[in-house]
């Protein structure tokens, strides 16, 4: 099949940077389809133009309707690197498309700074939450962020500071590779700048000595959480995200998911995974949704239901954390549900909970553990200089495999 559809990356150079293959293609073209911005690069070229549409998920549908035509997308860059080339590329099969890739916002950047990318993290906020970039506030660690807009560095300025990082350096890169290329810089305390709407941000995170140390390695500190009390403590957390093993892109249910401790950390542990918390209290889900931004999550899906009935109709997921309202409904509506290979993990502290783990691996298998967790804490009041073990409720743990 010969490819009818060609999506082109352009810079702020227009079609002067264009290797002559790409340029000869968008000269060509009968019908163009991009931005304002891509149109106003490319307009010395005749064809009909089409802009985005409105919903942009309209956009295949509109493709469509032009096949038979010599037709081509205009993107930023490269069209496959956090842009529309890959929304395109699933939708339509990759044998009647032609990409043409321009240099990235993130390489341009990575030139700009010095930097060398294997060494960098390359994220976008670009349409999508800015919270999601706290979890990659680590000391030391360079960042390159495609923003949403003007007003992201100094909501990205404003993370950094509250963790501690406001040392951070930060640069606004805007209209890279074109006559209009600007730059600013400044540290994330004081950052003041008025920026283009168009840019793209590089953070060279520097943490004070009181910083928050947040690692992306599951077991933050319970103190990271706001909660009622109830929720998986720090050592059972690590312990339960081991065995349910996050993986980019995969999606965890939390059944009973509390405050969101465990969700919250399998969002952060992994790219681009997703988690759906089911909890009936109106209290925790805020608790959760609140975790859940201030820690670099804040895609968290929260379903307010009672199980099993609040599972029905709940994409297929790769791993099951069922912290509270364990029966062996649940269980069983929970284990019909999970993809081939998905983890399920089952936490318990009750007696009565712990019976029905027990038969439950007599039935299915699977490894069951039990967890004592004892924290060296003062007694006899805070003068006495003394210190014992504290033990936390014993929990039994059920994991296994869908196999």
Known sequence: MTPWLHIVGIGEDGLDGLVPTARAVVEAAEVIIGGDRHHSLSDNIRAERVAWPSPFDALIDTLQGYKGKRVVVLATGDPLWYSVGARIGRSIPPAEITYHPQLSAFQLAAARMGWSMPDVETLTVHGRPVEQMIAFIQP??????????????????????????????????????????????????????????????????????????????????????????????????????????????????????????VAVEWMRAARFSHAIGIEPRADRRLFAAQNAAALGAPRLELVDGTVPAALDGLKAPDAIFIGGGLSRETFETCWQALRPLGRLVCNAVTLESEALLLSLHKEYGGQLVKLNVNRAEPIGGPDTGLTGWRPLMPVTQWSLIKR
Not at 160 to 187: D, P
Not at 193 to 208: G, K, M, S
């Open 140 to 261: 030391d660690q360079r960042l390159l962020i495609l923003t949403t807009g003007a007003e992201t560095p100094a909501q990205i300025a404003k993370f950094l500071s509250e963790r501690g990082y406001g040392k951070s350096q930060m640069t606004v890169l805007a209209a890279m590779g074109g006559k209009e290329e600007q730059r600013f810089e400044g540290l994330a305390e004081s950052w003041d700048h008025i920026v283009p709407a168009f840019n793209t941000l590089a953070v060279d995170c520097v943490a004070a000595e009181d910083a928050a140390l947040i690692p992306r390695v599951p077991g933050l500190a319970d103190e990271l959480f706001q909660h009622d009390g109830t929720m998986t403590k720090q050592e059972v957390r690590a312990v339960t995200l081991a065995k349910l093993m996050p993986m980019r892109g995969a999606l965890l249910w939390d059944v009973g998911c509390g405050c969101g401790s």
